[in-house]
T-cell receptor, first 113, second 115 residues
């Protein structure tokens, strides 16, 4: 079956620090990969996505590269801000026609001034 | 503004009661979904619907029911058979399935607490 494993949180960083949140997956077929962000008390927002190997998704300074050989989709940002404090979810959708996202458990990020 | 509207934001249920969470979208999306989120956990799929008058069970459908009478609406009923309903419920929608990289968009969520 499909599964997503994210690094355990919480992660606490100082403002302007470099961020990496690791995500690895197991999937049947050839999945699409997503990062969603959830701010306190809110729903999920799509942050970025990639649909094929070596694709790089990017948005708001965040990046993630679809690595098929290592089955990974690590999220990175060069300089975090306090406003980036949120929970980040890695997810996959396995193949065309799939109806379901499989989520990791989420990683809580706190950025301190 | 286009989007997904969930209501109410906060809901309290007494033991033995059924409650219904509303979800409306004006994105002209064909597919709609309900997810449950528990603290420190990822999201789990309750039900999904690809077209009007059709819906399918997800991973944790027991104790829940849905209807899809209109394309823009997908209400979720949490029945008294759901033994542990306290959670954050998220409604979502997407364009017709079958497209690679199909993005699922989420509403703001509804908090349900049993009192």
């Amino acid at each position: 079956g499909n599964s997503v494993t994210q690094m355990e949180g919480p992660v606490t960083l100082s403002e302007e620090a470099f961020l990496t949140i690791n995500c690895t997956y197991t999937a049947t077929g050839y999945p699409s990969l997503f990062w969603y962000v959830q701010y306190p008390g809110e729903g999920l927002q799509l942050l970025l996505k990639a649909t094929k190997a070596d694709d790089k998704g990017s948005n708001k300074g965040f990046e993630a590269t679809y690595r098929k050989e290592t089955t990974s989709f690590h999220l990175e940002k060069g300089s975090v801000q306090v406003s980036d404090s949120a929970v980040y979810f890695c997810a996959l959708m396995s193949g065309a026609g799939s109806y379901q996202l499989t989520f990791g458990k989420g990683t809580k990020l706190s950025v301190i001034p | 503004d286009g989007g997904i509207t969930q209501s109410p934001k906060y809901l309290f249920r007494k033991e033995g009661q059924n409650v219904t969470l509303s979800c409306e979208q004006n994105l002209n999306h064909d597919a709609m979904y309900w997810y449950r989120q528990d603290p420190g956990q990822g999201l789990r799929l309750i039900y999904y619907s690809q077209i009007v008058n059709d819906f399918q069970k997800g991973d944790i459908a027991e104790g829940y029911s849905v209807s899809r009478e209109k394309k823009e609406s997908f209400p979720l009923t949490v029945t008294s058979a759901q033994k542990n309903p306290t959670a954050f419920y998220l409604c979502a929608s997407s364009h017709q399935q079958g497209r690679r990289g199909n993005t699922i968009y989420f509403g703001e969520g509804s908090w349900l607490t049993v009192v």
